[in-house]
């Protein structure tokens, strides 16, 4: 004969079965949680593998954990940093890289890079040498920031930084009269001519751009692929970075 609990659902036959377990043994429900004070997210599995730089050829990921953090940091852009600014009375500054959703809205590079400010204009860049300590070990990066003028007075509180300037454009040929004024006309003609020649080269060059994107939207689509499983951690990481 089949037991009485056979022909109950899966929700009530389990009920039974504790009940009847706590009916034989005794103990409580608290008896059967499981301990979850050593349970870890991903983002506690990257906080604790994270590092503000990766060395390419020293530092090789030798667990899941280090990989995972690998991942992320390669999932960030590092050309400006995203600054706390808080504590900047007391000479501490902490930096991070910005993520892609930054990089989209402009944080960091057309709007002030300190995460709680939301300036976009007269913005200045700065060449910040960043102390920090990571993995129990002194390190040094050299970093950029991008910052309003109230921003950049406190990352300059304590010591001046250097301020990184951009180079003043020359003039398009054919704007400047003053110069056109003074040049002999046969050095003009010679000037409109390579003019004229780079202004086609990138017609040319544009044209042939367009040419090979209209051609891969032709191509057939490969079907029926199996995905490795870099690219099945990749999705990974981009689904939580959402």
Known sequence: MFPAYAYLSAYDRHKKLINDYFTLYGGSMTSLKRDTSRDKTDYDV????????WDQDNDKPDTWGARLAKKYYDKLFKEYCIADLT??????????????????????QFECGNKRCKEKEELKSWEVNFGYIEHGQKKNALIKL????????????????????RNKTLKRLGTNTE?????????????????????????KSVEETE????????????????????????????DLLI
């Open 211 to 238: 040419k090979n994107e209209s051609n891969i939207w032709k191509e057939k689509p490969i079907e029926n692929l199996d995905k490795t499983r870099e690219e099945e951690f990749e999705e990974y990481l981009a």
């Open 87 to 108: 504590y900047y009375k007391e000479n501490k500054v902490a930096l991070r890289w910005r993520t892609e959703k930054e990089v989209i809205v402009g944080k960091g």
């Open 46 to 53: 990257i906080r604790e593998n994270h590092r503000f730089l």
């Open 179 to 203: 110069i056109l004024s003074n040049t002999p006309s046969t050095s003009t003609v010679h000037m409109k001519t390579e003019e004229n020649e780079a202004r086609n080269s990138i017609e």
């Open 146 to 165: 991008r910052l309003c003028p109230e921003c950049s007075t406190k990352l300059n509180y304590r010591s001046q930084k250097r301020e990184v300037k």
